[in-house]
C-alpha cells in the first residue's frame, strides 16, 4: 500500500486466557480491536500496548509474567508475539474520502 497514512488495529483468534493476566490482557486488546491510528503513532501505540503489559504483570505477579514483542511481516504488518490465547495485528491502512 503505498499511500498509508493510518494503522488499524485487528484482534481476532481468541481462546480461553490460562489466568487472569492473559485474560484481563486479552480484554485490552479486544478494546483496541477497530482502532485507528495515524502513522505517526505507531511508535507511542506500540510503546502504551507494551507498558499496559508491564502494568498486568504487576498487578498479576503471582502469574508468569507476559514477555512480548512486536514483530514486522513483509505486509508492513506489526504483531504481537508471546501471547497465546489472542492474536493482535495493527495493519497499514488509508483514510479515504468517499
Known amino acids: ?7 488499524f488495529c485487528h484482534s481476532y483468534n481468541g ?5 487472569n493476566l492473559q485474560g484481563d490482557f486479552q480484554k485490552y486488546l479486544n ?5 485507528l491510528v495515524e502513522k505517526s503513532a ?4 506500540k510503546k502504551q ?7 498486568f504483570n504487576k498487578i498479576h505477579s503471582r ?8 514483530w514486522e ?7 504481537i508475539r508471546g501471547l497465546e490465547c489472542q492474536k493482535f495485528q495493527i495493519i497499514p491502512a488509508e483514510l479515504k474520502e468517499l
Not at 500500500?1 to 494503522?7: A, D, V
Not at 505507531?42 to 501505540?45: G, S
Open 49 to 55: 500496548i507494551l507498558e499496559k503489559a508491564e502494568e
Open 31 to 35: 478494546n483496541l480491536n477497530g482502532s
Open 63 to 70: 502469574c508468569q509474567p507476559l514477555e512480548l514483542y512486536f
Open 73 to 79: 511481516t513483509y505486509k508492513n504488518n506489526w504483531q
Open 15 to 19: 481462546t480461553k486466557a490460562k489466568n
Open 1 to 7: 500500500m503505498k499511500n498509508k497514512t493510518h494503522y
Open 42 to 45: 505507531l511508535p507511542k501505540l
